[in-house]
């Protein structure tokens, strides 16, 4: 029951993130299929119905496996890789889920998701060597400040800019202070205490 | 006798009363249904009521079966001449000869366009009546065959009753095309529950022979089935220890098995191959683009809609129809993969594996003619996803009451019940009611129609004997194929309605039958909404025919309501 209560953040996020998959179904059907051409409702209203097959497919199977490699396969692998704390199993799939809030804020589909796979697998990547919610050594302690203080400024830097375009800046400055502090290599110091 | 089998036999026994008290005149019925109330008095008063087993089971059944009996059969409801002539026409057609898929052309399956009226003509007589009281039993079936499924999902009454209600919220009033495949997903969530492969070979049986009655429904049950014995299949090979059945092979030889008869009688026919063109090459494609309505987009609809006003849309169907259905299967979905990937499944899980496979297959249909209508004839199936959610969520009361609550905001549970209720109740009257002030009609047989049809078919019946000679007959381009049963003419094309023509290819080979024919008079128009199906006119549906009507024939007659064109002299 435990396992599964911490599963439910990556799960919703897993399952929200490939939402935007649905605008991707339309436009690939708009891509490959044409309106019909004989006289019928679909063809006044100039509807394709591959695209709602597609809509269909994207809800019954993509959003359950994402939900599902978010809520299960992600976090067991990180598991193994010795990152213990629950928010570091979750942490990928609720960054992936913020693809959907990118989405609905206007931004693009393709690069919604681009953005939040991106963020999914830096804090994958990351989550992979640490877990956020351990406190690492003092000295690292210093360095994870550092981190997180560099990411405050962006967020706030990024906020001036404007929302589509702030989040794209945040997502940049968190992949990499994630690259620069694992070239320090005083990330392998990270563990987790307990 | 002990005591728990002696309450289940008078539990059965007053389900079975009451069932008699729907089905019997209200001076019997009242008598009966007081023998119901007082054999269920006792047992329920009694110290511990434990009834329970297959007498209660059968009793339920028969209950349902009398309710359904006096839901559907109606002898004095009106005739709906595009709907009902696509079994009466076509059934007609049977009768004087013709071959299925060459001479005819069903659409909806064999069986549900004629074939299945034509046995019934040949063995009764050919009336209306005939078609009203074989369509009654059939749908009556389905009802029974829909409460068998909820049980067979859970095997408790409980739950199925949950189960029933759910899926008659999607569609408070069954189809006789859901009949079958309802039975084949009765014996495959059976089968997926028990592993037992002559369960799989039954349900492939019936599965088999779904497909010459209701094609899509066939259809939707091998699909379902295979994909779902596969997947069961896979999952049971995973858990160590455990015999791995492969419920898909099992399946096949059943459809095998149930397919064969039909197939030989079409092969006899020589319509085999027209059968294999006409349902899996032709249909497909057209039935898509001319019948299709606009479902909507869930991509605009989760994208442009208010977070806080979701749950309205989700509960109205405002813009996508089809959106809660396909968000409770993506989360059946969901939870099938979380708990397959937590060890074996359990026996009630993997039923819901078949329901999930079952109910996501007929999506096609649901989303493809995207009406009411359709919703309710595919979403039945959604019903038991709907109902195991709840059972999975039955041990955590918070998460319970939040699905309870977004499931009854769009299925309205009690106002189903309610409907339901009041249907059976009134029915009876409205029986006596349109037997009394109906009128009788040709080839009725039993059955009335309210005055006003019965007289408009009369006037045509007089019409057309009038100016045709027994042999020949008429041309109808108002998609009402009912009329060729009533007024005992044949069909001179292979197409019941106008859409099912609509590519230039068929438009050229109704015209050469039409020249073959010299068919002397056609129905150029109705008069009513079937001359322009979704508003788009039969004549820009297929303006080839309308430009030879127009050109062969003149107009010389308007005969209730429908245009009367006769050929033009050499033409």
């Given at each position: 029951?435990a396992?599964?209560?911490?599963?439910v953040?990556?799960?919703?996020?897993?399952?929200?993130?490939?939402?935007?998959?649905l605008?991707?179904?339309?436009?690939?059907?708009?891509?490959?299929?044409?309106?019909?051409?004989?006289?019928?409702?679909?063809?006044?209203?100039?509807?394709?119905?591959?695209?709602?097959?597609?809509?269909?497919?994207?809800?019954?199977?993509?959003?359950?496996?994402?939900?599902?490699?978010?809520?299960?396969?992600?976090?067991?692998?990180?598991?193994?890789?010795?990152?213990?704390?629950?928010?570091?199993?979750?942490?990928?799939?609720?960054?992936?889920?913020?693809?959907?809030?990118?989405?609905?804020?206007?931004?693009?589909?393709?690069?919604?998701?681009?953005?939040?796979?991106?963020?999914?697998l830096?804090?994958?990547?990351?989550?992979?060597?640490?877990?956020?919610?351990a406190?690492?050594?003092?000295?690292?302690?210093?360095?994870?400040a550092?981190l997180?203080?560099?990411?405050?400024?962006?967020?706030?830097?990024?906020?001036?800019?404007?929302?589509?375009?702030?989040?794209?800046?945040l997502?940049?400055?968190?992949?990499?202070?994630?690259?620069?502090?694992?070239?320090?290599?005083?990330?392998?110091?990270?563990?987790?205490?307990? | 006798?002990?005591?728990?089998?002696?309450?289940?036999?008078?539990?059965?026994?007053?389900?079975?009363?009451?069932?008699?008290?729907?089905?019997?005149?209200?001076?019997?019925?009242?008598?009966?249904?007081?023998?119901?109330?007082?054999?269920?008095?006792?047992?329920?008063?009694?110290?511990?009521?434990?009834?329970?087993?297959?007498?209660?089971?059968?009793?339920?059944?028969?209950?349902?079966?009398a309710?359904?009996?006096?839901?559907?059969?109606?002898?004095?409801?009106?005739?709906?001449?595009?709907?009902?002539?696509?079994?009466?026409?076509?059934?007609?057609?049977?009768?004087?000869g013709?071959?299925?898929?060459?001479?005819?052309?069903?659409?909806?399956?064999?069986?549900?366009?004629?074939?299945?009226?034509?046995?019934?003509?040949?063995?009764?007589?050919?009336?209306?009546?005939?078609?009203?009281?074989?369509?009654?039993?059939?749908?009556?079936?389905?009802?029974t065959?829909?409460?068998?499924?909820?049980?067979?999902?859970?095997?408790?009454?409980?739950?199925a009753?949950?189960?029933?209600?759910?899926?008659?919220?999607?569609?408070?009033?069954?189809?006789?095309?859901?009949?079958?495949a309802?039975?084949?997903?009765?014996?495959?969530?059976?089968?997926?529950?028990?592993?037992?492969?002559?369960?799989?070979?039954?349900?492939?049986?019936?599965?088999?022979?779904?497909?010459?009655?209701?094609?899509?429904?066939?259809?939707?049950?091998?699909?379902?089935?295979?994909?779902?014995?596969?997947?069961?299949?896979?999952?049971?090979?995973?858990?160590?220890?455990?015999?791995?059945?492969?419920?898909?092979?099992?399946?096949?030889?059943?459809?095998?098995?149930?397919?064969?008869?039909?197939?030989?009688?079409?092969?006899?026919?020589?319509?085999?191959?027209?059968?294999?063109?006409?349902?899996?090459?032709?249909?497909?494609?057209?039935?898509?683009?001319?019948?299709?309505?606009?479902?909507?987009?869930?991509?605009?609809?989760?994208?442009?809609?208010?977070?806080?006003?979701?749950?309205?849309?989700?509960?109205?169907?405002?813009?996508?129809?089809?959106?809660?259905?396909?968000?409770t299967?993506?989360?059946?979905?969901?939870?099938l993969?979380?708990?397959?990937?937590?060890?074996?499944?359990?026996?009630?899980?993997?039923?819901?594996?078949?329901?999930?496979?079952?109910?996501?297959?007929?999506?096609?249909?649901m989303?493809?003619?995207?009406?009411?209508?359709?919703?309710?004839?595919?979403?039945?199936?959604v019903?038991?996803?709907?109902?195991?959610?709840?059972?999975?969520?039955?041990?955590?009361?918070?998460?319970?009451?939040?699905?309870?609550?977004?499931?009854s905001?769009?299925?309205?549970?009690?106002?189903?019940?309610?409907?339901e209720?009041?249907?059976?109740?009134?029915?009876?009257?409205?029986?006596d009611?349109?037997?009394?002030?109906?009128s009788?009609?040709?080839?009725?047989?039993?059955?009335?129609?309210?005055?006003?049809q019965?007289?408009?078919?009369?006037?045509?019946?007089?019409?057309?004997d009038?100016?045709?000679?027994?042999?020949?007959?008429?041309?109808?381009?108002?998609?009402?194929?009912?009329?060729?049963?009533?007024?005992?003419?044949?069909?001179?094309?292979?197409?019941a309605?106008?859409?099912?023509?609509?590519?230039?290819?068929?438009?050229?080979?109704?015209?050469?039958?039409?020249?073959?024919?010299?068919t002397?008079?056609?129905?150029?128009?109705?008069?009513?909404?079937?001359?322009?199906?979704?508003?788009?006119?039969?004549?820009?549906?297929?303006?080839?025919?309308?430009?030879?009507?127009?050109?062969?024939?003149?107009?010389?007659?308007?005969?209730?309501?429908?245009?009367?064109?006769?050929?033009?002299?050499?033409?």
């Open positions: 029951m396992a599964g209560l911490r599963a953040g990556g799960t919703i996020g897993g399952a929200l993130g490939a939402v935007p998959l605008s991707v179904a339309r436009e690939t059907a708009g891509h490959i299929w044409t309106p019909p051409g004989l006289p019928g409702a679909l063809a006044e209203a100039r509807d394709l119905k591959a695209a709602t097959y597609l809509e269909a497919f994207v809800l019954l199977f993509l959003i359950p496996a994402s939900a599902f490699f978010f809520g299960v396969i992600l976090p067991g692998w990180l598991a193994r890789r010795d990152g213990r704390g629950p928010l570091v199993r979750s942490a990928p799939g609720l960054a992936f889920g913020i693809s959907f809030w990118l989405w609905r804020s206007g931004l693009p589909s393709g690069a919604s998701l681009a953005l939040a796979s991106l963020a999914a830096t804090l994958a990547a990351a989550g992979s060597r640490l877990s956020l919610y406190l690492p050594p003092m000295e690292s302690r210093e360095a994870l550092g997180l203080v560099r990411a405050a400024a962006w967020t706030i830097a990024c906020r001036c800019a404007g929302a589509p375009r702030a989040l794209w800046l997502f940049l400055a968190c992949g990499a202070a994630a690259a620069q502090a694992r070239l320090r290599s005083r990330i392998e110091s990270w563990r987790p205490i307990a | 006798m002990k005591p728990e089998i002696r309450r289940s036999v008078s539990a059965g026994l007053a389900l079975v009363a009451c069932a008699a008290a729907i089905l019997a005149p209200p001076r019997v019925g009242r008598w009966l249904l007081l023998l119901a109330g007082a054999l269920l008095q006792i047992e329920t008063t009694a110290r511990r009521f434990s009834a329970s087993g297959r007498v209660v089971g059968l009793g339920l059944l028969a209950l349902l079966l309710c359904g009996w006096t839901l559907y059969y109606q002898p004095g409801a009106p005739v709906d001449l595009f709907e009902d002539g696509q079994a009466l026409g076509p059934a007609s057609e049977y009768l004087q013709a071959r299925p898929y060459l001479d005819t052309y069903p659409v909806h399956g064999w069986g549900a366009d004629g074939g299945f009226d034509a046995l019934a003509f040949r063995t009764v007589g050919p009336s209306l009546q005939t078609h009203r009281l074989r369509r009654a039993a059939v749908t009556a079936l389905a009802l065959a829909l409460a068998l499924c909820a049980y067979s999902l859970f095997e408790s009454i409980r739950w009753a949950v189960a029933l209600t759910a899926s008659l919220c999607f569609c408070p009033f069954v189809s006789e095309r859901q009949a079958l309802l039975g084949a997903l009765a014996l495959l969530l059976r089968a997926a529950r028990r592993e037992a492969p002559v369960l799989w070979l039954w349900a492939g049986v019936v599965s088999g022979a779904a497909l010459f009655f209701s094609l899509d429904f066939g259809l939707i049950a091998l699909a379902a089935g295979l994909s779902a014995g596969l997947a069961l299949w896979l999952l049971a090979k995973r858990d160590e220890g455990r015999p791995a059945l492969c419920g898909a092979l099992w399946l096949s030889g059943g459809a095998a098995l149930g397919a064969l008869p039909f197939l030989a009688i079409l092969a006899r026919e020589r319509a085999l191959g027209a059968f294999f063109r006409v349902s899996f090459r032709e249909i497909p494609v057209l039935v898509s683009e001319t019948w299709g309505l606009p479902a909507g987009s869930a991509a605009l609809a989760v994208r442009e809609t208010p977070l806080w006003k979701f749950p309205l849309v989700l509960a109205t169907g405002e813009g996508v129809p089809a959106l809660f259905p396909l968000l299967l993506a989360a059946a979905v969901t939870i993969l979380f708990r397959a990937a937590s060890g074996p499944l359990t026996s009630t899980d993997r039923a819901a594996a078949v329901a999930v496979a079952f109910s996501g297959v007929a999506l096609r249909g989303l493809g003619r995207a009406d009411a209508g359709h919703y309710s004839l595919y979403g039945i199936f019903g038991l996803p709907a109902a195991w959610l709840l059972y999975r969520a039955r041990r955590a009361p918070l998460v319970a009451a939040v699905l309870l609550l977004g499931l905001a769009p299925l309205h549970p009690r106002a189903t019940l309610l409907l209720w009041q249907a059976i109740q009134a029915s009876r009257p409205a029986r009611a349109s037997l009394e002030e109906g009788r009609v040709p080839r009725g047989g039993g059955a009335r129609l309210p005055r006003a019965a007289e408009e078919l009369h006037a045509l019946r007089r019409y057309f009038e100016q045709l000679s027994p042999r020949e007959t008429f041309f109808d381009f108002g998609n009402e194929p009912g009329l060729y049963f009533f007024l005992e003419r044949r069909c001179p094309v292979r197409y309605a106008v859409p099912l023509y609509e590519p230039p290819d068929r438009q050229h080979e109704v015209v050469a039958a039409l020249e073959r024919n010299r002397p008079l056609a129905i150029l128009s109705s008069g009513t909404w079937l001359d322009a199906f979704d508003g788009v006119s039969n004549r820009r549906r297929a303006p080839l025919v309308a430009a030879y009507l127009d050109v062969h024939y003149t107009p010389v007659a308007v005969v209730a309501g429908r245009t009367i064109g006769r050929r033009n002299p050499g033409g």
